[in-house]
């Protein structure tokens, strides 16, 4: 009789053994397939060197002192950037510029000067990676032909009143204020529109 307790008791030993192993192997975590997961961090490897092209968003001015050397721009990618044919930087991210060099009007029909460097670009994991690019626009200088010719005449009728003493003073005046307008002149302020296309490249 005892024996028979026996029997059973191992046997559903046994079988409660195998249970607890099923369940153990079902219970795991559960991983899904495909392609779900997001691109890592780890995954993407941008060269140094690598072409992106980013825009203005805004337009930017010297006129009145609207920006200030050191003042930080946004910009957007404009163009999508593929490493081995994967999209690692996509169009329309955001990127950021600063304003690193202004040069104010001046006389002599000098134009103004803005320069603008891109600083760095966002990825499509989220990193933000250093760029390098700069954009230098000029205003329009008072330099052109009618200036020149403008000042050239002017000069030579200063010369010849100078030339000629008190008997031409009218030619001397004359010479004397068209050389005081051209020297006043000032050239133009520099603008750079929204939506224009800066290249730069990824550092190392």
Not at 28 to 50: C, D, H, K, M, R
Not at 148 to 164: C, V, W
Not at 172 to 183: K, P, S, T, Y
């Amino acid at each position: 009789m005892r024996g028979k307790i026996l029997f059973v008791l191992v046997i559903i030993g046994l079988i409660l053994s195998m249970s607890s192993l099923s369940f153990a192997e079902t219970s795991g975590p559960i991983i899904a397939s495909g392609n779900a997961n997001p691109v890592s961090a780890t995954e993407i490897q941008i060269p140094a060197n690598l072409p992106v092209v980013v825009k203005t968003t805004q337009e930017l001015t010297t006129h009145k002192k609207a920006v200030n050397v050191g003042d930080g721009v946004d910009l957007a990618v404009a163009k999508d950037v593929t490493v081995d044919g994967r999209v690692v930087i996509r169009a329309g991210a955001k990127a950021h510029g600063k304003v690193n060099r202004i040069e104010d009007r001046a006389f002599l029909g000098t134009p103004a000067q803005l320069s603008l460097e891109v600083v760095e670009v966002n990825t499509v994991d989220n990193q933000w990676i250093p760029v390098y690019g700069f954009y230098i626009q000029s205003g329009k200088g008072k330099n052109d032909l009618r200036q020149i010719i403008t000042a050239s005449l002017a000069t030579s009728l200063f010369i010849s009143g100078l030339a000629a003493g008190n008997e031409n003073n009218g030619d001397r005046n004359i010479g004397l204020v068209g050389g005081f307008v051209v020297a006043c002149s000032r050239g133009g302020d520099a603008f750079i529109a929204a939506g224009t296309e800066i290249k730069a490249i990824t550092k190392n």
